[in-house]
């Protein structure tokens, strides 16, 4: 059964218009115009409890607008919108009971307090039973490291440790979904590999449903299997990311390193991508030439010491999507 479901939601934002100058500001106080902005503009989704869900989108495209609405921080325009079973910005208590949120720029520990206090705390008002409790925070305490650090004030926390402290804090109620939104932002690649292995822990044990925001795109390829592309406040895919790869991934690179000296290297069906001494890389578009082909080719006219191939990350998909547009079925080669 779906755990999320929303059907042409949408969130207008309505701002006065003002003239500029002085003579605009004194018409204001007597007739305003008025303008609208659609931040969501008809978002349908449907995610299944236990699902790893990738939203991705531009700056302003309506990320978290849509997380804003789902935990019930601001009530939609229109469309209808509903998160195990209840409508989250008319039952707002019981809905934060179900979910927990992590945000990268923002904390909810208790800047001056140990972080040992702000557990506590957070037990108090979640209502968490003193067991349940116990065994979660020695489970997390285990899994994130945060035995050093637990009698710290949370000031005094490197961005790494309290971005660890934060997921326990978010995860201490048994949450049934969890928001994370940019949670890896400004850590540095052994803090961000703790985090990624701890989400999906998370997410396989516990069964956790769990929508994933961020501009690291190395996060979505280690952790989701779905991805949901929004521009414009609108979706413009929602699928696999294995997908997104058969139409949009349609070119391969071959990376040849050389057993000898040659002057100029070309094979058949490949483009010289790069040449750095005796490694070239080779692009070629997998629906008109093999990877077996071309390195049969290129093993008949040179004497190589080692062959790898290099498929299209998610980064340059998603850039060009955003930069193209989606079209189902998409062909042709990504600049």
Do not use: C
């Amino acid at each position: 059964m779906a755990i999320i479901e929303t059907a042409d939601l949408r969130k207008v934002f309505r701002s006065v218009k003002r003239r500029p100058g002085v003579g605009g500001a004194i018409a204001a106080l007597f007739s305003r115009e008025y303008e609208e902005k659609a931040a969501v503009d008809g978002i349908t989704m449907s995610l299944e409890a236990g699902e790893l869900v990738g939203y991705l989108g531009p700056n302003g495209a309506g990320k978290s607008t849509t997380i804003k609405m789902l935990t019930g921080i601001l009530v939609p325009t229109s469309g209808s919108i509903s998160v195990a079973d209840l409508v989250p910005h008319r039952q707002r208590l019981e809905n934060a009971q179900n979910i927990g949120v992590v945000f990268g720029q923002r904390s909810q520990l208790y800047w001056d307090l140990p972080l040992r206090e702000s557990f506590a705390l957070l037990r108090s008002i979640y209502d968490v039973p003193r067991e349940r409790f116990r065994e979660n925070l020695d489970h997390f305490i285990e899994i994130l490291d945060l035995d050093e650090f637990m009698d710290t004030p949370v000031r005094q926390l490197s961005l790494g440790e309290r971005m660890r402290g934060d997921f326990a804090a978010a995860m201490l109620h048994d949450p049934k979904i969890v928001y994370l939104d940019e949670p890896t932002i400004g850590l540095d690649v052994v803090a961000k590999e703790a985090i990624r292995e701890f989400i999906t822990q998370l997410n396989r044990e516990r069964g956790t449903t769990i929508i994933l925001t961020t501009h690291d795109l190395a996060d979505i390829e280690r952790l989701a299997r779905r991805v949901i592309l929004i521009d414009d406040g609108t979706i413009i895919f929602d699928g696999p990311i294995s997908r997104l790869r058969e139409e949009y991934g349609t070119h391969r690179t071959l990376v040849i390193t050389l057993a000898d000296s040659y002057e100029d290297v070309q094979v058949e069906g490949a483009d010289l991508e790069s040449r750095e001494g005796n490694v070239v890389r080779l692009r070629f578009d997998r629906r008109r030439t093999s990877a077996e082909a071309l390195i049969r080719r290129a093993m008949e006219r040179y004497a190589l010491s080692d062959i790898a191939i290099v498929e299209p990350d998610i980064d340059s998909i998603v850039r060009r999507i955003y930069r193209e547009g989606y079209t189902e079925g998409a062909i042709g080669s990504p600049s």
